[in-house]
């Protein structure tokens, strides 16, 4: 794929009550653009109702995930050169959450999942008067840091099978999330939060494919936080509690 | 207790239970393959030792399935997403041990009967048959521990994927070791 | 038309609007609070794009005083010095409310304690950060905790006008387009937050969120309200330079890089800072941005027209880890943070100007409270970095205060004048009837590349004359073209046409400050008239639109804490 190049977008169109039609696009490539970049030159040129979701377009807020060659990914930070094949490039919405419109999705039921798998931090009542001391070298920080950069973006989710198919399973991202919120010294309930999702339909549906962490944009291994959930629950249940 | 604490403790023990039958499996495997099934089966006043043996992995088969069983039920709305290389090959398990156990307590009560077993055994097919049923057990074996090193010991990524290639080697191995020894 | 009605209303779900929330919450737990926003819940904005940090006197040796001071020297001493004050007086607390309270868990240092950072500009090490992607976590968290409390989301909900009451006595409701159904929606409130963000995405090169088109301002302006500093538009010095037709070029590549070493070398290798300040490349951003212009105007740029940023001397194993999240965006641009050089360009990045406000969040229209980048006054002619995100989470958590107080007082619900709504729905339908859809990306192009040549760092009466010309040109173009298609569920043509719409405006009421303060402060540089001024004798400007006509006046600034003689005894 390089400049001068025609490749041929096959983009999975229909809105929430229509069924998805592929529809395709041939689009002149300039420069080394991304998937984005592509998507955004389709809407302008050739589709002006294309629905696409995008706000930062420099992978910090999560919005532009969609399915890429059937796997999915950030587009703002995925050049076209390097996921498409023999001039042709395929993208679908996020699978597992309801379409609003051609490629963007409604976002509501991650975070629903991500809010009551209890994935906000909850103050100690001691007050606001001084902060926690944690040295950058201490366990404490290193394992709170080791997830704790996660943006939100979906594609963990839309990675993982187990997520699509149970709807009480958190998902990875949610259950990363509490992971780190285990992890946090500052957390009034930390250890305590495991009981929350350890139960019945929850960390423990996880089969530990690894897909979440194959294809986190971060870099991030959500796959490993939730064996150290899993491991972490198990020890708390051997000790007697709930 | 609460049930949150059950549901866990039940997991813990379908994940010990089957780390037990694996080594129990293994030294069934060895046992088939250094004196084989037909003697294990005749074997006369071999004492208590033996007998006990077998009927404590067939305890922790009956655990390791069960529970297996009993998750697989629980998930069963996940259809084709649960359908991992663990769970296929469990499944396969599942319909082969109790055949294979009640063949063999048969054939261990009814030495006549044994002589059949034994007769059709032989056969090229069966061969095939048994190396199969190896591959299945190692298989899923090796994916099970895969896992608990996975969830147990927080193996990083690049210890999964050398974990990946011992695992393949060993299946290969798993299929060559009972054709090498016919 | 869908109606609904909240006690509280927040328009915008970046720092400002989401610390309103909870704030709103937390002082009116009865009352109903409602975010809405024309992306996602803690998505769109800006907020989420804070890399370097959040400024705070909490260090040994540090005061607000001294904070306050940089503050006020940074802005050009054209700052509201009482909502300077708010800033710099609230940051300790708010800082230890992300922490404790919100879950924000910043770096620390050697000895457990906040690590603080040296910014330009700034006379002591005061910014406090997680890594170079600072805002992700506070927003994050932020976020977490609204979903976690009964505060009502209107997602894809983009707000089109500020409605009063047929009196115009004080504000009734918002008017929104659901954008999933393209229907309209009529929210009525009590009491309503403007804190939608600014973004001068109006510029070819700009550091903003996409989807970033001044909103906020607009609407402010269509409701008759005044807007001061306009003209003090902000460039970020370090824009990543990657080439035309991506949209990763203009995002920005962080202040701390500068802070920690980096130098900016022309396209022949040579460092320029060092003649022209002592500070070098840690000098504000306002004069670095000049003189990077003047030196792609001398004919010394790089390939692509801008210039090089080094970080190598420094060590590259140092700058991938004190600057992973820069050296992996670099990396997917296929350029080399670390090791190599990196092409910039100064990239607009932050508009000081905005809503004329009060230090407790009110403005000229009862009912309506305003905080974050919408707003003016705070940062005077330039911001320092580190304290735009100070800003909108200390002045959208005052506003959410403050409206949950004036829930108390005020009356209930009004009825939105019938007209205003009727004219507002009509001209958001306009376009949808009309076809030219493959217009409006040239359109855009062309003001963005008239407000860069024209109404950019450096400015001239001739060029600001020209581009006052091109704008109502640009105007009355727009107005002749449509959507290309009568769908209005989740159309984005239809929401870019609006989009140019509200930047035309802002656009125009940036050119007219600017064409109001003949003299050079901070960001507004006019080669005309090169020369600050008299600091004493300060004046800022304030644009309102009447009718069609924009208007424009210098008052005076009220030098009420500190008067540019004393800073002479710091």
């Given at each position: 794929m390089t400049a001068g190049e025609v490749i041929t977008v096959t983009i999975r169109r229909g809105g929430e009550h229509g069924a998805p039609v592929p529809v395709d696009f041939r689009v002149p490539i300039t420069g080394d653009p991304t998937v984005l970049d592509l998507v955004t030159a389709i809407q302008r040129d050739q589709a002006p109702d294309l629905g696409y979701r995008f706000s930062c377009r420099v992978g910090m807020c999560g919005s532009c995930a969609m399915l890429v060659q059937g796997r999915p990914r950030w587009t703002c930070r995925t050049r076209v050169s390097l996921v498409a094949r023999r001039g042709r490039l395929d993208l679908a919405p996020l699978p597992g959450l309801p379409v609003v419109k051609d490629l963007a999705v409604d976002m509501a039921p991650f975070f629903e999942k991500w809010a009551a798998a209890g994935g906000g931090f909850r103050p100690c009542e001691s007050g606001d008067a001084v902060l926690a001391l944690v040295a950058p070298e201490s366990p404490a920080r290193r394992n709170a840091d080791a997830a704790i950069e996660c943006i939100g973006c979906g594609v963990c989710a839309a990675a993982c099978r187990v997520a699509g198919a149970e709807p009480g399973y958190p998902g990875p991202a949610a259950l990363n999330r509490v992971w780190t919120l285990v992890n946090d010294v500052r957390d009034a309930d930390g250890p305590r939060r495991l009981a929350e999702v350890a139960g019945p339909g929850g960390l423990f549906t996880c089969h530990s494919q690894g897909a979440c962490t194959a294809c986190c944009p971060k870099g991030l291994d959500p796959s490993r936080s939730i064996a150290g959930l899993k491991r972490a629950a198990v020890l708390a249940a051997l000790r007697g509690e709930p | 207790m609460t049930p949150v604490r059950r549901h866990v403790l039940l997991w813990l023990g379908q994940r010990l239970a089957g780390l037990l039958l694996a080594g129990g499996l293994a030294i069934h495997l060895f046992q088939v393959w250094s004196v084989g099934g037909a003697a294990l089966v005749a074997r006369p006043g071999g004492g208590v030792g033996w007998p006990l043996f077998y009927a404590g992995v067939v305890g922790l088969a009956l655990i390791h399935g069960g529970l297996g069983v009993h998750g697989l039920w629980r998930e069963r709305r996940h259809g084709l997403a649960a359908l991992s290389i663990q769970r296929l090959t469990g499944i396969a398990l599942v319909l082969f041990v109790p055949v294979h156990v009640s063949v063999s307590i048969a054939c261990v009560v009814c030495p006549a009967l044994a002589a059949t077993v034994f007769q059709v055994a032989a056969l090229p097919l069966h061969r095939g048959f048994e190396a199969a049923v190896v591959a299945l057990v190692v298989g899923h074996g090796l994916g099970g521990l895969r896992v608990l090193a996975l969830e147990g010991l927080l193996w990083s990524r690049g210890q999964k994927a050398l974990a990946w290639i011992a695992a393949g080697l060993t299946m290969a191995a798993a299929v060559a070791v009972p054709a090498g020894a016919w | 038309m869908i109606r609904l009605e909240t006690d509280i209303l927040i328009l915008g779900s970046g720092g400002a609007g989401l610390f309103a929330a909870l704030h709103a919450k937390a002082g009116a737990p009865e009352a109903s609070v409602t975010v809405a926003v024309k992306g996602l819940l803690g998505k769109s904005g800006c907020t989420r794009m804070v890399q370097g940090g959040y400024n705070v006197a909490v260090g040994p040796g540090d005061s607000v005083e001294r904070h306050f001071l940089d503050t006020i020297e940074g802005g050009g001493w054209i700052n509201d010095q009482d909502l300077a004050w708010k800033l710099v007086e609230t940051a300790p607390a708010r800082v230890r409310e992300l922490e404790n309270q919100i879950g924000c868990f910043f770096d620390r240092g050697p000895d457990g304690g906040l690590h603080r950072k040296a910014f330009a500009g700034q006379s002591f090490d005061r910014t406090v950060h997680k890594g170079d992607l600072t805002g992700i976590e506070i927003i994050g968290r932020l976020a977490e905790q609204v979903w976690a409390r009964d505060i009502r989301r209107l997602e894809d909900h983009r707000a089109i006008a500020l409605l009063p009451d047929a009196a115009g006595a004080a504000l009734a409701g918002v008017l929104f387009i659901d954008m999933r159904s393209g229907d309209f929606t009529l929210v009525r409130a009590r009491a309503v937050l403007l804190a939608t963000g600014g973004g001068p995405t109006m510029y070819r090169y700009h550091t903003p969120s996409g989807d970033k088109s001044c909103d906020g301002m607009a609407m402010a302006l269509r409701a008759g309200l005044p807007l001061r500093d306009m003209e003090m538009v902000q460039f970020h010095p370090t824009g990543l330079l990657a080439g035309p037709g991506t949209r990763m070029t203009g995002t920005v590549l962080e202040e701390g890089l500068r802070g920690a070493g980096g130098w900016l070398l022309t396209g022949g290798g040579e460092r320029f800072m060092l003649r022209v300040d002592d500070r070098a490349e840690r000098a504000t951003r306002d004069i670095i941005s000049r003189t990077m212009i003047e030196e792609i105007r001398a004919g010394r740029a790089t390939p692509h027209g801008g210039l090089y940023l080094k970080m190598a001397h420094l060590g590259p194993a140092r700058v991938r880890a004190e600057f992973k999240g820069m050296v992996e965006r670099c990396a997917d641009c296929g350029l080399d943070l670390a090791g190599g050089l990196v092409e910039v360009i100064p990239s607009a990045h932050y508009m000081m100007g905005g809503v004329v406000f009060a230090p407790d969040g009110s403005t000229a229209l009862p009912g309506l409270f305003a905080a974050g980048e919408d707003t003016g006054g705070v940062h005077g002619a330039n911001r320092l970095g580190g304290n735009g995100v100070a800003d909108s989470t200390i002045f959208g958590g005052i506003a959410g205060d403050t409206m949950a107080a004036w829930l108390r007082d005020a009356s209930g619900f009004r009825e939105p004048d019938r007209d205003l709504l009727d004219q507002a729905a009509g001209r958001a339908l306009a376009p949808l009837h009309r076809n030219g859809a493959g217009r409006l990306a040239d359109l855009r192009d062309r003001l963005a590349t008239l407000m860069w040549d024209k109404v950019g760092i450096l400015r001239t009466g001739r060029d600001l004359a020209d581009a006052e010309a091109a704008l109502a040109d640009l105007g009355a173009e727009l107005a002749e073209t449509?959507?290309?298609?009568?769908?209005?569920?989740?159309?984005p043509a239809w929401h870019d046409w609006l989009n140019l719409e509200n930047l035309i405006l802002v656009s125009r009421a940036i050119l007219l400050a600017a064409q109001t303060r003949q003299g050079s402060r901070g960001a507004h540089y006019r080669c005309d008239f090169p020369e600050p001024g008299d600091l004493a004798a300060s004046s800022y400007t304030e644009v309102r639109l009447q009718g069609e006509v924009l208007t424009a006046a210098n008052r005076p600034v009220r030098h009420t804490r500190v008067r540019p003689a004393q800073e002479t005894g710091r």
């Open positions: - | - | 449509g959507a290309g298609s009568a769908s209005p569920a989740y159309n």
